[in-house]
Structure formats: C-alpha cells, structure tokens
C-alpha cells in the first residue's frame, strides 16, 4: 500500500528499530497520528532529551547523565568487585535483583571472530585499566550463556588471572519454575556442575 510521504516516512522510521517488523511499524504510526499534538510532542523531545543527555559513564561504560554513574559514584557499593557484562541492559537485568553490592564494567558486546568483533572492539583495555589501582579483588563474568558470552567470559580470564584477581562466572542452569524434561543437555549439564549443598 502506498502512503502519503510524512507517513511513510515515520513507518520507516518505526521499521529500523529492533524487532520491530512491518505491520508494528504501520501500527505504532497509526497510534502516534491518533495521539494528541501535545503527547506526540511530549514524545520526539523525550527521544531527543535521551538522545542529548545520555552517555557513557567514564568508569563503567554503563548508560548515564551524570559522570560517573550513580553507581561508580555511590560509596555504598563494594567497588572490590566488579561484574563484567555485555550490555547496558544487563546492569538494568542485575539492579533488579538487588542482591549485587558492587560494581559494573559494560563491554558493549562479545567476542566474535566471525562477525570481525575481537578484544579492541570491547571495553578491555578500559577494564585492565580498571583493575591497576588494586582495589579490585574478584570480577565476576556476568556474559550470556552463548558461544561469544563463554568466549568473551574465557579470554578476560586468561587475562585476569596472571593479574592476581579472583575471577568467577555466574552459575548457570535450570530456570526456578522449568521442567527436567524440556531442558536440553547443556543446560542440565550446568546445572549439575553449578549444584549446591543444601
């Protein structure tokens, strides 16, 4: 179906956001014509407001408005240790749980020979960096459970461990709720490894 160009224009734009596929991207432009001018307006400037104002803490690479992050400056934290993602919203993921007291390093991404992502495209150097003050005491590898995330989690320990750093990786395994018999055998295999005394 043709459409008149500012519409095509917005469903486009709606289009080259992740997961977002045809008929969502003429749904959402739809809505944002039915909304009222004010709400649409209250809408571009929070795009551009993120857009204008969000960063990369200087410390952790974690999304931000202030420098450093909220958490690299809290004193609450135990910036002892320090847990390695991938992602900005892994950090998000991990502050719902509000078990972890200490601090983040976001790689912004995984190892990933075939996709021509090595060491220099991540936070690497950033972390080792990190860790020559001797503050530093564990860094947990908090990557996805997936070829690059267990890559990724292998070569920073390599690196880390001549360091004298305790390096650890979260246990993985069965989701609470699963069940055995649709689990497949990597999973299980974790799980068993990762047990625990009760």
Do not use: W
Request: negative net charge; hydrophobic residues 40%.
């Amino acid at each position: 179906m043709q459409y008149i160009e500012p519409m095509a224009k917005l469903i486009e734009n709606f289009r080259s956001l992740p997961g977002i596929g045809s008929k969502t991207a003429v749904r959402l432009a739809y809505h944002v014509l039915d909304m009222d001018k004010e709400k649409a307006k209250a809408l571009a400037e929070a795009i551009i407001g993120a857009k204008e104002k969000v960063g990369f803490c200087q410390v952790c690479y974690n999304l931000t408005d202030t420098n450093p992050c909220r958490i690299c400056g809290s004193e609450k934290r135990d910036h002892s240790v320090i847990c390695v993602v991938e992602q900005p919203q892994d950090v998000a993921a991990m502050e719902r749980m509000r078990d972890f007291k200490g601090v983040y390093h976001v790689l912004h991404g995984a190892l990933s020979p075939l996709s021509g992502i090595g060491p220099d495209n991540l936070r690497v150097k950033e972390l080792l960096t990190r860790l020559s003050d001797g503050v530093v005491q564990e860094v947990i590898m908090a990557t996805n459970p997936n070829v690059e995330g267990e890559a990724t989690a292998m070569y920073l320990a390599r690196l880390l461990k001549p360091i004298g750093i305790k390096v650890t990786r979260i246990a993985h395994g069965l989701p609470v709720g699963g069940d055995l018999e649709y689990a497949d055998e990597v999973t299980l295999s974790r799980a068993m490894e990762n047990r625990i005394e009760l």
